[in-house]
């Protein structure tokens, strides 16, 4: 059992997981059959289950990570998350606000002046929560040409390439657009002079002790210890992830890490109490999306609980963190042979509730 622990960790919690050991037996007893009962016979991936932050987290592991050579999926397997990427991008923002450096609610102007005055006058608050009203440039530019997906440019020149079409009500509408999260990551790199992936790696995975978690480059697939991606019929689906497009889809990670860095967002003082609240209101209710995922209601036995619902699709990889901020309860779904998200979705939700 690998537990990490924050330098941020406040006193009351590390005394808390220090009991892992002790009921470690007992939740691996009530919770590993729990999973078995709940995901279908063929799922390739990883899932894990923990009733709350004083228990061990259980996985299980099954699948091919690599069918062309008979490699399993371990517990330790790494997955391309997605979209919930967004999510560790938002945190990262709500740390710089925290550290004076950004501001959710000023016009991004202010670090991307060369913007038509309609975009500059957005908001970061507004791009995390996909209502800049700015058009989704980059999708399309790839309607006319597919080979812009291999670009290798930054977030800077991919936003002001792609990121400059007039934005029209900003604030009013959504737009799941990957457009706002290349403007989210050049606000980023004006701000701190760093590559956006770097100010990540200092600001959330490294304080929350990660190891298996960074950003995926060409050729990601190929790497010791990742999953590939595989339609439902076996072939192979493996997107290619520019980093223009670091801050709304290519992590890769593990579910031990995944859970850890929510255990490190809600239970230590990375952010501050009014930035971990920035990050679970909703503000896109037709979506229920907060700043770089979606807050979800969850009824179990014990009554209704508000989840961080962290969701991820890139290729054939699917992906799900559902995270409770109050107790530390967690689920987490990896697969890798294009599982249809609203199955994965029933899934979690039925291990969230069985925890009870």
């Not at 290798?152 to 509408?173: K, N, S, W």
């Not at 298996?212 to 439902?232: C, K, L, Q, R």
């Not at 699917?318 to 107790?327: M, R």
Request: proline share 5%; hydrophobic share 45%; glycine share 8%.
């Amino acid at each position: 059992m690998h537990i990490r622990f924050s330098l941020f960790a406040p006193a009351a919690f590390a005394v808390a997981l220090s009991t892992l050991s002790g009921c470690a037996l007992v939740a691996k007893v009530t919770t590993e059959p729990l999973v078995e009962r709940h995901l279908p016979k063929d799922y390739s991936g990883v899932a894990a289950v923990r009733k709350d932050a004083r228990s061990t987290l259980v996985m299980r592991a099954s699948g091919l990570a690599l069918r062309e050579e008979a490699q399993a999926n371990t517990k330790d397997t790494r997955f391309m998350i997605g979209s919930m990427t967004k999510w560790i991008s938002a945190v990262t923002v709500l740390r710089l606000a925290d550290m004076g450096k950004l501001d959710l609610d000023a016009p991004i102007a202010r670090h991307m002046p060369e913007l038509p005055a309609a975009n500059g006058a957005v908001t970061l608050r507004q791009l995390m929560s996909n209502r800049s009203g700015i058009p989704n440039g980059l999708s399309e530019a790839l309607k006319k040409d597919k080979s812009i997906e291999n670009l290798e440019i930054g977030p800077v020149e991919a936003a002001l390439r792609f990121g400059a079409g007039t934005a029209v009500a900003p604030g009013d509408g959504y737009d799941y657009s990957v457009t706002n999260w290349i403007l989210v990551a050049a606000v980023v790199e004006r701000a701190t002079r760093e590559p956006f992936t770097e100010t990540v790696e200092e600001l959330v995975l490294a304080p929350a002790g990660v190891r298996d978690t960074s950003f995926g480059a060409t050729g990601y697939e190929d790497a010791v210890g990742m999953a590939v991606a595989y339609t439902a019929a076996g072939g192979r689906k493996v997107p290619t992830a520019p980093p223009m497009v670091a801050a709304s889809g290519t992590l890769y990670s593990t579910a031990r890490d995944l859970v850890a860095i929510a255990d490190t967002v809600y239970f230590t003082k990375l952010l501050s109490d009014k930035s971990r609240r920035e990050l679970s209101t909703v503000q896109a209710a037709s979506e229920d999306y907060a700043l770089g995922g979606r807050v979800k209601t969850v009824t179990t036995k014990k009554g209704a609980r508000s989840l961080a619902w962290e969701t991820g699709a890139f290729g054939g990889y699917k992906t799900l963190l559902a995270y409770d901020p109050a107790d530390g309860r967690a689920v987490v779904l990896l697969n890798n042979t294009d599982m249809p998200q609203p199955e994965q979705a029933k899934i979690a939700t039925a291990l969230f509730q069985a925890l009870d």
